[in-house]
């Protein structure tokens, strides 16, 4: 009921009734059923708030709980785990594309070594692939991670990356830099919502605050998240929609372990069949025994009182319906994450050769949007370290400032997946190969390889083996290069010819003296 509803059922609540009960026949003609506020919908308000309104009341608490579940729960890692090794894996090679080769090589070989910890990690203790891990796991948990650009004389060249928690984001910061643009939840923004500056809170080692905020621009920060509204400014747990389901599936596991555990307990129970003393009973001269705090161990002999009785209970009890009931959330956490079932349970007892290789389809396209995002993270870090890698004269490069993107120009090949069924994947690359429908430099790539650099290493092991005397035979050409595939054409081609020449010949001569023996 609304405040005007509220207002009239002070005065008069029959009235309100009324109103109520003719808005409830209007509501159940509305054309859609999401809509309907009828007695089945009753107890769903919602409302439409920017996203930022939306996100703001919760933001923190979901990423409290998220946490919770990430330090907790082994199907929250599941879904973490399959995360990070699909998306970052052994890490992205660097193949650099400028026009010159030499600087090419040069441009790998300087990355390869600013990619160790000591070098791009600004504490020292993080290589390349080890922060990216990290930032694919703190999006999905916390939402979003933020990588700093800090110039500083500790690497080979000035130039590390510090990761930075959304949480030191000073919230509690609204003067901006510029009093044209505002702050909002620690960035601040220009008129057209455009983050022109980051509020970083200091800390002291041990996590208490020391100073006033830093300012730091946003042309030195790179704030990984997920964007999914056009008014969203800041950060959200991408485990938002499924963290509830993972609760309940970790406390209904919780309830089935501790009653298995209750169902497994053997107990034994004295039953007196008479008591040792009373009106109109006898006693019983004897010494009794007294039962307290014994237990059952194994092998043991015991001796009980006269009349006394033994009540064994052994609860029995199946967990049957907990496997489906598990599997089925499990199910449904995947799906809401854009996973399959066996990609975060890692269960591939239902699976054959076909499901698995549609399942692994599906999920290298959801992979492939979080490989999208931390590349255009990496492509900006890349700019960044060909400029110092410039201003601190490991190379020497005419005229780039002119003409800096030709210099930026790179791909990032990434070391694929194994084979289900490396046999069948095979015989699929050689007939898409043959056919037309791929090319050698599409399947060199597909596989994480520069086409160029596997033709040089083929060749390179071929002329080797030839030299060893080691035929290599259905390689290529029946192991030989196309060099000598040619000459050995041509040689062929050469008999052939002779050969009619020789045999044309040998017809005109046997003519000749068909016709001299008929004259």
Known sequence: MGWLDNAIAVISPKWATR??????????????DAGNGSRLNAGWRVSNYSAEMTDRGSRDYVRARARDLERNSDIMNSVIWARKRN??????LLQARTDNEALNTELERL???????????????????????MAVERKHVDGGILFVKRYTKDGFIPFSIQMIEVDELDTMHVMPKNSNNRVVGGIEYNGYNRPVGYWIRQ???????????????????????????PS??????????????????NEFMTAVSVKQRIEACLSVFIKRVLPTSGPGRPSTPERRFNYDGKRLTPGM???????????????????????????????????????SYEATSRDLSETNYSSARQGLIEDSLTFAEDEEWIMEALDEIYETFVISCVLSGKISIPGFWENKEDYFLHEWIKKPKPWIDPLKEASATKTALNSGVKTYKQISAENGMDWRTQIDDMAEVLNYAK??????GGVFFDGKLQEEKENEDEHNTSDTESGDEGQESEETTTSATNSENVS
Request: aromatic share 10%; hydrophobic share 35%; glycine share 8%.
């Open 467 to 472: 030299k060893k005397g080691i035929d290599l």
């Open 232 to 249: 969203q400014i800041r950060e959200m747990s991408d485990m938002a929609h499924t963290i509830p389901r993972i609760r309940d599936t």
């Open 87 to 92: 998306v970052i894996g052994t890490g992205f």
């Open 301 to 339: 002999i015991s001796e009980l009182n006269q009349g006394d009785e033994i009540d064994v209970v052994n609860p029995s009890g199946q967990s049957s319906d907990a496997a489906s009931f598990v599997k089925l959330h499990q199910k449904m956490i995947g799906a809401g994450q854009g996973m």
């Open 111 to 133: 990355w390869k070594k600013w990619c160790k910890a000591r070098n791009c990690d600004v504490t020292g203790t993080q290589s390349l692939n080890q922060m990216l891990r």
């Open 19 to 32: 109103r109520a009960a003719w808005r409830s026949m209007y509501d159940e003609y509305r054309n859609y």
């Open 203 to 229: 800390y002291q080692i041990d996590g208490y605050s020391i100073a006033d905020p830093v300012y730091v621009k946003a042309d030195d920060v790179i704030f990984y998240y997920t964007k999914t509204r």
